[in-house]
């Protein structure tokens, strides 16, 4: 599942129109429809707010699911897990 459908489903699944998700995480509906027809992607700083708007972890969010890391990645330790794994997952391909 790619980042655009992520947005989507999980968007409609909380009942949130693109303008309500835009105001959480402060950007327009405009940016919002862009990140889910897969024209843009959101701002990497934005990530973690829009996951924690859309309740769900950042796991989810890439669509990674690795019994090599068995804890989520939260909104509150972003900073210390989520670059690690990045950087590991890319240094994998």
Partial sequence: MNIA?????CRKAKNLTQEALGEIVG???????KW???????DIALIPALADALGISL??????QSANHPASITFDNFPNEAF???YQSFSEL
């Fill in 5 to 9: 459908n992520t947005i989507v489903r």
């Fill in 27 to 33: 950007v327009s509906n405009q940016s919002v429809s």
């Fill in 36 to 42: 889910e027809n897969g024209a843009t992607a959101p």
């Fill in 59 to 64: 796991e989810e969010f890439f669509g990674v």
């Fill in 84 to 86: 690690g794994r990045l």
